[in-house]
């Protein structure tokens, strides 16, 4: 039955595309229709509105194939399967928002330049939308047999992290710094950091060999794992003193002036986690990565 349904001409492809088009596209115009876009404040909270409607779509393309290796059910090949409409459905919300960008830094350029224009955000956003367009275009055929399949995946891989990445640093700082409290941010730093937490946890899976036997390099990396896990809950507690570390010398706080991300305080208690992970496979990762027929 649940085959059946997911197999379905209807919710496959092309129709699921429209499905989802038909749907955000709904949502967005009610909304347009309650606001009055002479006000700056008001395309200002149409550039979140969209991007609210489009993390959720790029969220669940970075945790696809771990979700898939995981969990391995006719849902999850569904969405494996999809993932490239579902990509496209990101593209069209996010196509909103560049709207909306454009309309206020056009028409209130004064407000734009005022409140809004931040030379790093700015490199930040751009080279994500260069990254979507890129990867919007060799999403289909007629591109895509432009690139190598290495250069495809290159792009495609990283383009995913970058537009991974930029939402889900918005909403971190959101939540532990601005400690706005609002259930969205939350929601969707939530989202954002179990999505790759789930790639890492899916590699590890990946190259770990049954049987599983508890030995100090196995202890210490859960342990480092589970650091990460309270590392990614008390932002707030670590972030100041963190943040002031690494920007105190003078090179480190010029680069946080245009570098995107950088110093990447969002993305420590991933790194952390990928680390107990690291440690945690030991030998069998060693093994398994030096012959990988075993892989
Ligand atoms: C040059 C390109 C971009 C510009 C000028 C830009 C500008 C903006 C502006 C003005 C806001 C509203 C801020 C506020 O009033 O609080 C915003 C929010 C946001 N943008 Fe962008 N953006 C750009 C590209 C991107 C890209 C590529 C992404 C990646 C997904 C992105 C993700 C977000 C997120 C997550 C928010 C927060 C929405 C919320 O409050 O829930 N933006 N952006």
């Known amino acids: 039955m649940a085959k059946r349904l997911f197999r379905s001409k209807w919710l496959n492809e092309w129709i699921l595309f429209a499905l989802l088009a038909i749907f955000i596209n709904s949502f967005m115009i009610m909304k347009l229709l309650t606001l009055d876009l002479a006000s700056p ?6 550039i979140q509105y969209s991007v609210r409607w489009a993390v959720p779509f790029i969220f669940l393309v970075t945790a696809t194939s771990a979700l898939f290796k995981l969990f391995p059910n006719e849902g ?21 928002q560049g709207a909306f960008i454009f309309i206020v830094s056009s028409t209130h350029s004064e407000h734009y330049y005022a409140e809004i224009y931040l030379l790093r955000d700015e490199l930040e956003g751009s080279s994500g ?16 047999r432009r690139l190598t ?11 995913v992290y970058f537009l991974w ?27 954002g950091f179990a999505a790759f937490a789930l790639r890492i946890i899916a590699w590890g899976q990946l190259m770990t060999a049954p049987p599983i036997h508890w030995s100090l390099h196995r202890m210490i990396g859960t342990g480092v794992m589970v650091g990460a896990f309270i590392l990614a809950a008390s932002g707030h507690l670590w972030q100041p003193l963190v943040s002031g570390t690494l920007l105190r010398p003078a090179w480190s706080s010029e680069l ?28 069998t990762y060693r093994q398994r990565h030096l012959t990988p027929e075993l892989a």
């Open 76 to 96: 999850f090949l569904w969405l494996l399967r999809n993932r490239r409409y579902v990509g496209l459905s990101f593209a069209m919300a996010m196509a909103w």
């Open 165 to 191: 990445a930029y939402p889900f640093s918005v909403y971190w700082w959101n939540v532990f710094y601005y400690q706005t409290q609002h259930w969205w941010d939350i929601s969707f730093y939530g989202l």
């Open 41 to 46: 404040h008001a395309v200002a909270e149409m």
């Open 149 to 159: 399949p290495q250069q495809w995946t290159f792009l495609h891989r990283a383009g």
């Open 256 to 283: 946080e002036l245009w570098l995107p991300f950088w110093p990447f305080e969002p993305f420590i208690p991933l790194f952390m986690l990928g680390v107990g992970m690291r440690i945690r496979l030991g030998r």
């Open 129 to 144: 939308y260069l990254l979507l367009a890129a990867m919007t275009l060799t999403s289909f055929g007629f591109f895509r």
